[in-house]
T-cell receptor
């Protein structure tokens, strides 16, 4: 079983729709992250959380929100999806001062 | 934000050949990381480097943390077909929420 599980793996939706991407982990890590990957660009940080009560904006948080419902769960929402949010989204977890472990990604297409 | 230049962008090599790729930065990093991403999967950590000048191996992979702390390289010896994928470098300048990712090197191995 995967340590970091993302659902759905693929999603196609229309402009203006609300979308939620889910991430759950069995690694017991306190720290969780959401990244976006676009062709030809490096991973860019959207939001991160160091524990259930902690939410922090990353490099590209505009148009996104997150919820840390429990230590093991970190969800990413697009309140009103737009086409330039079409991308591959990755959730990651880590222990303090340790490299991240990534999920297998959610491919999101917004028409 | 910080910029990481990763080269080459892509490469085709014959099975059995050695491969070298590198990353350079305009800023100093405290940690260099190398990840591999297979199609349909998330990045997987290959090697982490924590000290300037450090040379670390992981099987056929060898990576070095540049003396200036602004660059790193990854070598793969005796390439095999399963080495195919995208290799990312990443540099850390603070906590792991401050990791900057390179744009990736796409490696194709010709059997």
């Amino acid at each position: 079983d995967a340590d970091v599980t993302q659902t759905p793996r693929n999603r196609i939706t229309k402009t203006g729709k609300r979308i939620m991407l889910e991430c759950s982990q069995t690694k017991g890590h306190d720290r969780m992250y959401w990244y976006r990957q676009d062709p030809g660009l490096g991973l860019r940080l959207i939001y991160y959380s160091f524990d259930v009560k902690d939410i922090n904006k990353g490099e590209i948080s505009d148009g996104y929100s997150v919820s840390r419902q429990a230590q093991a769960k970190f969800s990413l929402s697009l309140e009103s999806a737009i086409p330039n949010q079409t991308a591959l989204y990755f959730c990651a977890t880590s222990e303090p001062n340790q490299p991240q472990h990534f999920g297998d990604g959610t491919r999101l297409s917004i028409l | 934000g910080q910029q990481l230049n990763q080269s080459p962008q892509s490469m085709f090599i014959q099975e059995g050949e050695d491969v070298s790729m590198n990353c350079t930065s305009s800023s100093i990093f405290n940690t260099w990381l190398w990840y591999k991403q297979d199609p349909g999967e998330g990045p997987v950590l290959l090697i982490a480097l924590y000290k300037a000048g450090e040379l670390t191996s992981n099987g056929r992979l060898t990576a070095q943390f540049g003396i200036t702390r602004k660059d790193s390289f990854l070598n793969i010896s005796a390439s095999i077909p399963s080495d195919v994928g995208i290799y990312f470098c990443a540099g850390r300048s603070g906590g792991y929420q401050k990791v900057t990712f390179g744009t990736g090197t796409k490696l194709q191995v010709i059997p």
